[in-house]
């Protein structure tokens, strides 16, 4: 790894960090008892090479570097919370939701937690400013947003197994006992209807009170 940044760091200019890779590099085999490769050789050789320099100093300026890692690799980023409106059906992944107009897909490889996610959830998004794409996700607290509300009310489940609480849609697979008549409250989205062409309320999650 060393070998490698030496000539792309003299490339841009930074002789001196260049030479404290090839120095790091060359204690190593030294330290180890290594004969020292031919490629290593020809760093050493070179007319930039300092053999004075104190590779102590390189881990910092690495640190520095790779801290503006994400901005080479996605350019301007930007952050939105957002609440996990669906798990996809492979599992791998969910829909977040931001606004009535607006949801993200987001790969479960980018979200960062222990915990696999579940509707209602609140997660930050990083996502990149030119396409909103999800760079990452991680869970975070519950904040205000448009087009999310708490309501609470009675419950009334339909022969079908679906509810309503006032005019908010209750999912069957939120109603795991029987809860007809029962108090709730519910975490909802306004969601596009796509039979009825219009939004209208979803629940997402739903509490017994």
Same mark, same amino acid.
């Given at each position: 790894?060393?070998?490698?940044?030496?000539?792309?760091?003299? *490339?841009?200019?930074?002789?001196?960090?260049? =030479?404290?890779?090839?120095?790091?590099?060359?204690?190593?085999?030294?330290? $180890?008892?290594?004969?020292?490769?031919?490629?290593?050789?020809?760093?050493?050789?070179?007319?930039?090479? %300092?053999? =004075?320099?104190?590779?102590?100093?390189?881990?910092?300026?690495?640190?520095?570097?790779?801290?503006?890692?994400? %901005?080479?690799?996605?350019?301007?980023?930007?952050?939105?919370?957002?609440?996990?409106? $669906?798990?996809? $059906? =492979?599992?791998?992944?969910?829909?977040?939701?931001? %606004?009535?107009?607006?949801?993200?897909?987001?790969?479960?490889?980018?979200?960062?937690?222990?915990?696999?996610?579940?509707?209602?959830?609140?997660?930050?998004?990083?996502?990149?400013?030119?396409? *909103?794409?999800?760079?990452?996700?991680?869970?975070?607290?519950?904040?205000?947003?448009?087009?999310?509300?708490?309501?609470?009310?009675?419950? =009334?489940?339909?022969?079908?197994?679906?509810?309503?609480?006032?005019?908010?849609?209750?999912?069957?697979?939120?109603?795991?006992? %029987?809860?007809?008549?029962?108090?709730?409250?519910?975490?909802?989205?306004?969601?596009?209807?796509?039979?009825?062409?219009?939004?209208?309320?979803?629940?997402?999650?739903? *509490?017994?009170?």
């Amino acid at each position: 790894t060393l070998k490698g940044f030496a000539p792309v760091l003299a *490339q841009h200019g930074y002789l001196h960090e260049a =030479s404290m890779c090839v120095k790091r590099a060359v204690n190593c085999y030294l330290e $180890n008892g290594w004969n020292i490769k031919a490629d290593l050789e020809k760093l050493v050789a070179e007319s930039w090479y %300092d053999t =004075s320099v104190e590779p102590e100093a390189l881990n910092l300026f690495l640190e520095e570097r790779a801290d503006l890692a994400l %901005d080479y690799l996605f350019g301007k980023r930007e952050q939105k919370v957002a609440v996990v409106h $669906n798990i996809h $059906n =492979s599992g791998k992944g969910f829909h977040a939701y931001l %606004d009535k107009n607006t949801s993200v897909s987001v790969r479960l490889g980018v979200f960062k937690s222990k915990e696999k996610p579940s509707p209602g959830d609140y997660v930050l998004l990083t996502l990149s400013a030119e396409d *909103q794409s999800v760079i990452e996700a991680k869970p975070c607290d519950q904040v205000a947003m448009d087009d999310v509300t708490y309501l609470e009310g009675v419950l =009334s489940i339909k022969e079908k197994g679906f509810g309503f609480v006032d005019d908010t849609y209750v999912p069957s697979s939120l109603i795991k006992n %029987d809860l007809d008549g029962q108090s709730v409250g519910v975490l909802r989205v306004l969601s596009y209807d796509k039979p009825k062409g219009k939004h209208g309320w979803q629940a997402l999650r739903i *509490q017994i009170l």
